[in-house]
């Protein structure tokens, strides 16, 4: 970028003419864009005249690419990057005109300048890499969907916007999907939903907590044939020790037993369900 630094350095009322000599054209204040890359090209490698010609070409077109720049602004990228981006195809138009051709010099900046910025958005502001043709496509989706919104008053549905882009439903689809990837959130980010009024609020504060009850659902499933096998005595007193969290001594009160008969029929009643789970888990 130091090149670039040095060009944009100069200023616009910088007039200071190309300095003649031999076998060059003699130019002026007001040679044009075309004249200055023509004597360019003429010039040999290394001639200190071809960085003045170069400046020159830049500060002419200087507010025209900033132009350009503004124009893409307000999309979520700093307008410092995207002037900086355009000019970068500035140099590169300045690099590759051929003034041979006989076209203006702005015929060929246009395109280059602009290629160059829209070649930054797509390298440089999705949170993820998507496919080319959906990073092209998502500025149509968003132009279709806001113009069926005014037309129809709702949201379009994937069919809807399948026949208004002229694409087959699935790979509208995909594109929905991927659109939403252009930008990521921090979780440090203030939640903007303002719902609880609450100051600071982060979006980390709204993430869900992991449900360890999860990781018995299997082993719930899987016992409950042997549960079912068990007699009816047995199967109550597993309900009140382990789902009415009673003590011992509370379940052989209310059974009629003493404490180490409930012990005893407790300890079996588990060591008979711990073989059964383990056989159920050498069949599987």
Known sequence: MSTIASYASHKAT????????????????????????????????????????????????????????RRYGGRGEPLDDLKQTAMVGLIKAIHGYDPDRGKPFISYLLPTVTGEVKRHFRDH???????????ENRTKLRRVIGEFQQTHARTPTVRDLAQQMGLPEGEVSELVQ?????????????????????????????????????????????????LARLPAREREILLLRFFGDHTQTEIADRLGYSQMHVSRLLKGVLEQLREEMARGNARS
């Open 14 to 69: 910088d007039h200071t003419p190309v300095i003649p000599g031999p076998h060059r054209p003699v130019l002026n204040e007001n040679s044009s864009a075309e004249e200055l890359l023509s004597a360019l090209r003429r010039l040999k490698a290394g001639d200190p005249q071809a960085t003045r010609l170069r400046e020159r070409v830049v500060i002419l077109y200087q507010p025209l690419v900033n132009k350009i720049a």
């Open 125 to 135: 502001t999705w949170a993820v890499r998507v496919p080319r043709r959906h990073q």
């Open 178 to 226: 991927v659109s939403e990837s252009y930008r990521s959130l921090s979780l440090d980010a203030p939640d903007a939903s303002g719902s609880d009024g609450q100051e600071g609020s982060r979006l980390e504060d709204r993430l869900g907590s992991e449900d360890k009850g999860l990781e018995l659902v299997v082993q719930r499933e899987s016992i409950k044939p042997a």
